[in-house]
Every structure is written in C-alpha cells, then in structure tokens.
C-alpha cells in the first residue's frame, strides 16, 4: 500500500468512526441507565425508622383511649399527644419497653399533682400495658377516700357539683345501662346523650378538673395511705369505673401507688377523636367519624387563684 493510499484509508476510517459516534444534530446523547441502589435504600429506611423511633422514645408519641376510665376529660376513641420528657426518661420510655427495669430516671422530677400521666405496671397481669390515670398523690402524701370523697393529707379535697355531661352516645360511647343505672337521654335536638353527674375537685394550688360520680362503689372508700418515697398515687376521672392506685394487681388495679420510673409521659393535648363509625376501607368515613370541638383540647388541668374553701380534717 502506498503512503497515498494509506491516507485515504485513515480518512474513510475516521469518517465511518464520527459517522457512527455522533447523535443526530439537535439530539442529546442519553447517559448510561444505572440500576437501583438497593442497599443505599435499605440504610435509608432504616435511618428513617430509627429517627422515629428515638422521638417517640424521648420527645413524644401519640396515644389511643381504649377505656371510659378518665371520662369526662377523656372519651373512647380520642387519639393525643405524650411528651416524654417532662419527667425525665426511664426503662418505660423507650416506646417497646426493651430496656431491664431500673430504679429512678435520668434528669427526671417528678410530677405535679393534677398531671395526666401514662403509667406501666411491672408486674401482675396488666404488666407492660399502659394505663392513663391523673396524680393524685405525691411522696409522702396521705391519701385516704371516704364515702366517694377524696382527703388529701387529712383534709377532704374543696369540690363542688357540676351541670351533668352531655356527651353524645355513640359507637365509642355506648352509655349502656349497668349496676348504676341509665343514663342515656334524648336531647332538645333528638340525639341521645350520656347524661351523667359530675363533681369538680379542686387540688391544694387551686389547679382543677370534672370527674364522674355515678353512685356508691367499692372504690369509694380506701383506708389512709401514705405515698412511699419515690412513688405517686393515681386515680382515674371516671371515680365508679375506673382501676387504678385504689385497687389491688389482682384486679387490674395499681396495687397502690406506683414508682415514678414506671411513668411514661404526661399527656399534652388531643389531636382528634372518632365516634367509631370509621371503617379502613372507606376514607369517606375517616371524616364523617370526626368528633367535632375536642381537636386540640389542652389536658393541663386549669387552675384558679381562690378555690372553694377546704372541709375539715378527717378525724
């Protein structure tokens, strides 16, 4: 071959190679499809989930009202905010209760008298499951109910009767008759309402809040108790339906007061509430379910600077 041709044959060359190579004019050349980085998702997912969990277990979670044992503050089906710092953090804070039990907590107070609390037994038949109650006593406290009234260190809590409840019935709250009665009635507007008496208590500090007291009751009546250190005594709103310090492990109770540790959270404020209607596969009924007036109704008991004046010591 001779050098000319040689030349020649370097030029067809280069042209077929740029005639190949080079996209049409005005078209952009794709970059190389790359596949999916499955293990970078992985990490991802898991991150995310860990985040969640780390707020849950030291900020806040949400939380279900699966009884009528703080009626009327709380209904069935009313879903609210704990935070989980207020107190400090124990072996209960971690949302799955992983961690072994330990006394005390870490940067922890305790919590003042009136606070809605979630609290977990450590043992009997309800352990590990939460229970929602308001403090009623401190350490040191004496906490003694007569005849359905409460006495606070010798001295029966100031309480006044209030306009009865009118609480719509619905499938959350059925009002269904029982031992103490039927309290179902219908209003102006035709709708039935649980109708039930309310008595409001006032707490030394003049911090307040409406429980429910429906007639005579084996709770009604505890014998003087005084708070160990490092505990608090817990009592449901809902006085004649509710399981809590008054009441022995066996039946479903506290067993007295509780440590501190086994306080969860305090509870902030509703989110939203469902009558029960709803149904998964039906959105439209997520809505219509809606409760209407208790989205972000505050659970921080009020407080007045003049309560109604203490009854005398218990003899």
């Known amino acids: 071959m001779t050098d000319s041709n040689a030349h020649e044959a370097a030029d067809t060359s280069t042209s077929a190679d740029s005639d190949v190579a080079a996209p049409p004019e005005g078209v952009t050349a794709k970059?190389?499809?790359?596949?999916?980085?499955?293990?970078?998702?992985?990490?991802?997912?898991?991150?995310l989930l860990l985040a969640v969990l780390a707020f849950h277990s030291f900020i806040a979670k949400p939380f279900y009202i699966p009884s009528e044992s703080m009626m009327p503050s709380l209904l069935v089906g009313d879903r609210l905010v704990v935070s989980k710092y207020p107190y400090g953090w124990s072996w209960v804070s971690p949302s799955f209760h992983i961690l072994p039990h330990w006394r005390g907590r870490l940067w922890g107070r305790l919590p003042e008298r009136g606070d809605i609390v979630i609290v977990t037994p450590d043992s009997g038949p309800s352990a590990e499951s939460d229970y929602i109650k308001r403090v009623i006593g401190l350490p040191g406290d004496t906490i003694e109910v007569i005849g359905g009234r409460v006495f606070l260190n010798g001295r029966e809590l100031p309480h006044e009767r209030r306009p009865p409840t009118m609480i719509p019935v619905d499938a959350n709250t059925p009002c269904a008759p029982d031992l103490f009665g039927d309290f179902r009635r219908r209003g102006p507007d035709g709708r039935l309402y649980c109708r039930m008496p309310v008595v409001r208590e006032y707490l030394p500090g003049g911090r307040y809040y409406d429980t429910i007291d429906v007639g005579h009751s084996i709770g009604d009546d505890f014998p003087r108790y005084t708070v160990p250190p490092g505990h608090v005594f817990l009592m449901?709103?809902?006085?004649?339906?509710?399981?809590?310090?008054?009441?022995?492990?066996?039946?479903?109770?506290?067993?007295?007061?509780?440590?501190?540790?086994?306080?969860?959270?305090?509870?902030?404020?509703?989110?939203?509430?469902?009558?029960?209607?709803s149904s998964y596969w039906n959105p439209i009924s997520w809505i219509t379910a809606l409760r209407s007036g208790r989205a972000g109704t505050s659970l921080h008991p009020p407080r007045v600077e003049s309560p109604p004046p203490a009854a005398v010591p218990a003899q």
């Open 236 to 277: 449901g709103d809902n006085r004649d339906h509710s399981a809590d310090s008054r009441f022995p492990i066996s039946q479903l109770g506290l067993g007295g007061a509780v440590p501190w540790e086994n306080i969860g959270g305090r509870a902030e404020f509703i989110t939203f509430s469902l009558d029960g209607s």
């Open 31 to 47: 970059p190389a499809t790359q596949g999916t980085d499955w293990w970078g998702e992985i990490k991802a997912i898991f991150w």
